[in-house]
């Protein structure tokens, strides 16, 4: 069974749109209303006659995240085979769906997600803004997860094999914002592999509930504790190689030239005597040493991405959909190519 999970919050005048756009390649769609302000919950039921659709309902704002885990306990029950992640706003084409499913059914990934980087039409859509913010959260998530081949990783337009998300711990993934980044990384620590898929999105003039300032802090200090505890797993607890000595002899290197550096330079600076060639070069060369060990560290890291899925092939192929030549426009409509097993 293909489950679509639909958060909702704020989406009333869009959700309906959205709903009667998604292809029958998807067996049953999990509306979850976020305690919706606008009732889009009610709405749904009150004029939504697609026989695929449950409205799922929280008494409590739980945010995207807390929305989507909801949609996914709910499927899992039901025996979903793969949980597709749509928005209700109306910014990702459901026509997609079947990109989303490709790699999965073929046995290629455990997770495919959406990549608006890919097409240079989509770059010159995407507000200046977010262009640059998911340009920086890219390369700090890469880090944080262990995923250096994908990119716009805060891109919620996803597809998650069943087996997998049976795999997952999903209480202890966040609720909000950071939800996606969080699940990549606690898929790096399952070492699921994820697959980017190319797909323009729709910008309009939603207003987006993300307010930057408030979710700040919540985003550097979720990567950082993630990056410290994927290190930790990957190349301590789990394995340990020649990686492992690198970052640690690296940090430290740098750390010590650095600590020297400072305290000549402030020495220098209160006596005016200049340091000689040899406190330089004391300070300098454990700094470049490190700096070297360190991108040895990463050079590593960047080939240690997970390169054999968890789920080996699609999990029941009575229930999944192959999709040989899946849309290649926004807002086209083929079902040719697609079959039951």
Request: hydrophobic residues 40%.
């Amino acid at each position: 069974m293909i489950a679509v999970v639909i958060p909702c919050y704020r989406v009333r005048e869009e959700v309906l749109g959205v709903i009667a756009r998604i292809g029958r390649e998807c067996d049953a769609i999990y509306v979850v209303d976020d305690e919706c302000p606008e009732g889009t919950g009610d709405h749904v039921e009150a004029h939504c006659r697609d026989p695929r659709v449950r409205v799922l309902r929280h008494t409590q704002n739980q945010g995207v995240g807390g929305a989507t885990l909801t949609g996914y306990r709910a499927a899992l029950a039901d025996g979903a085979a793969v949980l597709v992640k749509l928005d209700g706003d109306g910014q990702m084409d459901p026509a997609q769906i079947p990109r989303l499913l490709a790699p999965i059914v073929a046995g290629k990934a455990d997770y495919a997600k959406g990549n608006r980087f890919h097409d240079v039409d989509s770059l010159l859509r995407m507000p200046g803004v977010r262009l640059a913010g998911n340009s920086v959260l890219s390369f700090v998530t890469k880090l944080s997860t262990g995923y250096w081949n994908v990119m716009d990783p805060t891109n919620g337009f996803t597809a998650l094999h069943g087996a997998v998300a049976r795999k997952l711990s999903l209480e202890k993934i966040s609720r909000r914002f950071f939800f996606e980044s969080d699940l990549l990384f606690r898929l790096g620590v399952l070492r699921a592999v994820v697959d980017d898929v190319p797909m323009p999105t729709i910008y309009r003039n939603e207003k987006s509930t993300l307010v930057v300032p408030r979710i700040l802090l919540e985003f550097l200090s979720g990567h950082a504790k993630n990056t410290l505890k994927r290190i930790f797993y990957s190349y301590y607890l789990r394995n340990f190689n020649i990686a492992s000595i690198e970052i640690v002899a690296g940090l430290v290197s740098i750390l010590f030239g650095s600590t020297i550096g400072v305290r000549h330079w402030w020495l220098s600076h209160d006596t005016g005597i200049p340091a000689t060639s040899g406190t330089v070069m004391l300070a300098a060369l454990p700094i470049v040493v490190g700096v070297q060990l360190v991108l040895a560290f990463l050079s590593y890291d960047l080939q240690n991405v997970p390169r054999e899925p968890l789920s080996g092939q699609a999990a029941d192929p009575n229930e999944l959909v192959v999709c040989k030549d899946p849309p290649k426009e926004t807002g086209e409509r083929e079902r040719e190519g697609t079959q039951r097993l």
